[in-house]
Nanobody, 126 residues
Framework: QVQLVESGGGLVQAGGSLRLSCAAS????????MGWFRQAPGAEREFVAA????????YYADSMKGRFTIAGDNAKNTVYLQMNSLKPEDTAVYYC???????????????????WGQGTQVTVSS
Protein backbone atom coordinates (compact mmCIF):
# COMPACT_ATOMS: atom_id res chain seq x y z
CA GLN A 1 0.00 0.00 0.00
CA VAL A 2 0.99 3.57 -0.63
CA GLN A 3 -0.36 6.43 1.43
CA LEU A 4 -0.62 9.92 -0.03
CA VAL A 5 -1.22 13.09 1.93
CA GLU A 6 -1.82 16.39 0.16
CA SER A 7 -1.37 19.82 1.66
CA GLY A 8 -1.08 23.42 0.58
CA GLY A 9 -4.59 24.17 -0.59
CA GLY A 10 -6.43 27.30 0.41
CA LEU A 11 -8.07 30.51 -0.71
CA VAL A 12 -6.23 32.78 -3.13
CA GLN A 13 -7.18 35.72 -5.31
CA ALA A 14 -7.21 35.45 -9.07
CA GLY A 15 -3.70 35.91 -10.43
CA GLY A 16 -2.14 34.50 -7.30
CA SER A 17 -0.12 31.35 -6.69
CA LEU A 18 -0.27 28.25 -4.55
CA ARG A 19 2.01 25.25 -4.15
CA LEU A 20 0.46 21.91 -3.36
CA SER A 21 2.48 19.12 -1.80
CA CYS A 22 1.88 15.39 -1.78
CA ALA A 23 3.86 13.23 0.59
CA ALA A 24 4.02 9.52 -0.21
CA SER A 25 4.73 6.76 2.28
CA UNK A 26 4.54 3.00 2.40
CA UNK A 27 5.51 0.88 -0.60
CA UNK A 28 6.85 3.79 -2.64
CA UNK A 29 9.22 1.48 -4.54
CA UNK A 30 6.14 0.26 -6.42
CA UNK A 31 5.42 3.77 -7.69
CA UNK A 32 6.55 4.68 -11.20
CA UNK A 33 4.72 7.97 -11.65
CA MET A 34 2.80 10.60 -9.72
CA GLY A 35 -0.05 12.72 -10.93
CA TRP A 36 -2.42 15.49 -9.97
CA PHE A 37 -6.09 15.57 -10.80
CA ARG A 38 -8.83 17.98 -9.83
CA GLN A 39 -12.58 17.93 -9.49
CA ALA A 40 -14.79 20.99 -9.40
CA PRO A 41 -18.34 20.88 -7.98
CA GLY A 42 -20.68 19.20 -10.43
CA ALA A 43 -17.85 18.36 -12.79
CA GLU A 44 -15.94 15.23 -13.61
CA ARG A 45 -12.46 14.64 -12.33
CA GLU A 46 -9.89 15.96 -14.77
CA PHE A 47 -6.20 15.40 -15.32
CA VAL A 48 -3.85 18.22 -14.33
CA ALA A 49 -0.26 17.02 -14.51
CA ALA A 50 1.96 13.97 -14.07
CA UNK A 51 5.61 13.02 -13.91
CA UNK A 52 7.70 9.91 -13.75
CA UNK A 53 8.89 9.28 -10.22
CA UNK A 54 12.54 9.00 -11.21
CA UNK A 55 12.77 12.07 -13.41
CA UNK A 56 12.09 12.19 -17.10
CA UNK A 57 9.18 13.68 -18.94
CA UNK A 58 6.32 15.61 -17.43
CA TYR A 59 2.78 15.83 -18.75
CA TYR A 60 0.21 18.59 -18.48
CA ALA A 61 -3.36 19.22 -19.45
CA ASP A 62 -3.46 21.85 -22.17
CA SER A 63 -5.27 24.39 -20.01
CA MET A 64 -2.56 24.20 -17.34
CA LYS A 65 0.52 24.40 -19.56
CA GLY A 66 2.63 27.40 -18.74
CA ARG A 67 0.79 28.07 -15.48
CA PHE A 68 1.28 24.85 -13.50
CA THR A 69 4.51 22.99 -12.83
CA ILE A 70 4.87 19.51 -11.38
CA ALA A 71 8.09 18.64 -9.62
CA GLY A 72 9.33 16.02 -7.21
CA ASP A 73 11.78 15.51 -4.41
CA ASN A 74 12.63 11.82 -4.31
CA ALA A 75 14.60 12.17 -1.09
CA LYS A 76 11.41 13.37 0.61
CA ASN A 77 9.05 11.12 -1.37
CA THR A 78 7.13 14.26 -2.18
CA VAL A 79 5.67 15.68 -5.37
CA TYR A 80 4.65 19.30 -5.78
CA LEU A 81 2.27 21.22 -7.96
CA GLN A 82 3.19 24.88 -8.35
CA MET A 83 0.18 26.81 -9.60
CA ASN A 84 0.63 30.34 -10.91
CA SER A 85 -1.71 32.86 -12.52
CA LEU A 86 -4.65 31.14 -10.89
CA LYS A 87 -8.12 31.70 -12.26
CA PRO A 88 -11.53 31.28 -10.62
CA GLU A 89 -12.11 28.28 -12.89
CA ASP A 90 -9.17 26.55 -11.20
CA THR A 91 -11.31 26.23 -8.09
CA ALA A 92 -11.57 22.53 -7.28
CA VAL A 93 -10.48 19.77 -4.97
CA TYR A 94 -7.03 18.71 -6.06
CA TYR A 95 -6.01 15.08 -5.69
CA CYS A 96 -2.59 13.50 -5.75
CA UNK A 97 -2.29 10.01 -7.19
CA UNK A 98 0.37 7.33 -7.53
CA UNK A 99 0.74 4.96 -10.46
CA UNK A 100 2.64 1.74 -10.99
CA UNK A 101 2.15 1.95 -14.75
CA UNK A 102 4.87 2.35 -17.36
CA UNK A 103 2.51 3.50 -20.11
CA UNK A 104 2.48 7.28 -20.67
CA UNK A 105 -1.09 7.25 -21.99
CA UNK A 106 -2.35 5.91 -18.68
CA UNK A 107 -0.93 8.85 -16.77
CA UNK A 108 -3.64 11.14 -18.15
CA UNK A 109 -6.56 9.03 -16.91
CA UNK A 110 -7.74 8.23 -13.45
CA UNK A 111 -7.77 4.48 -13.92
CA UNK A 112 -4.05 4.61 -14.59
CA UNK A 113 -3.48 5.25 -10.89
CA UNK A 114 -3.51 2.82 -8.01
CA UNK A 115 -3.50 5.11 -4.99
CA TRP A 116 -5.15 8.42 -4.23
CA GLY A 117 -4.85 11.08 -1.59
CA GLN A 118 -7.77 12.59 0.27
CA GLY A 119 -7.69 15.83 -1.71
CA THR A 120 -7.06 19.45 -0.84
CA GLN A 121 -9.41 22.33 -1.61
CA VAL A 122 -8.21 25.18 -3.79
CA THR A 123 -10.49 28.19 -4.06
CA VAL A 124 -9.67 31.11 -6.36
CA SER A 125 -11.68 34.26 -5.82
CA SER A 126 -12.32 36.79 -8.56
Amino acid sequence: QVQLVESGGGLVQAGGSLRLSCAASGRTLSVSAMGWFRQAPGAEREFVAAKWWNGGRTYYADSMKGRFTIAGDNAKNTVYLQMNSLKPEDTAVYYCAASGSNFPALLRVGHGYDYWGQGTQVTVSS
